[in-house]
């Protein structure tokens, strides 16, 4: 279960970061509301997942997870740029991450 609520972490982690840009842009609550509620169920899912897991570990797949989701979110939505080098590396922090839960 504890794998399950460090993706779940992840996750919301990637929905605080994306919220943070569209503040910026926007300036509304709904944005400002969905950035704390993003971050505030991340930090409780990090949290829980860490209460089995190595502190390391937990903590270095949350990052490559709102890290490299948050890239992509940033392509995706936000029309950043999508080229060739920019997807090999995110690639590489996923794997790492993948990595990591083999091998723990």
């Known amino acids: 279960m504890s794998w ?7 996750i919301f982690e990637m929905i605080g970061v ?3 840009n ?6 509304n609550w709904q ?3 969905l950035m704390l509620v993003g971050f505030g169920l991340s930090f409780l899912f990090l949290a829980l997942a860490m209460e089995t897991l190595p502190m390391g570990t937990a903590y270095a ?7 490299s989701g948050g890239a992509i979110l940033g392509m995706v939505l ?5 080229d060739w080098k920019r997807i090999l590396f995110i690639s590489m922090v996923l794997g790492s991450a993948i990595g990591l ?4």
Do not use: C, D, F, Q
């Open 4 to 10: 399950t609520y460090l993706v779940l972490a992840g």
């Open 18 to 20: 994306a919220m943070i």
């Open 22 to 27: 569209s503040l910026h842009k926007n300036r």
């Open 31 to 33: 944005s400002l509301i």
């Open 61 to 67: 797949i949350w990052t490559g997870i709102g890290a």
């Open 78 to 82: 936000y029309g950043e740029p999508k």
């Open 101 to 104: 839960k083999l091998i723990s």
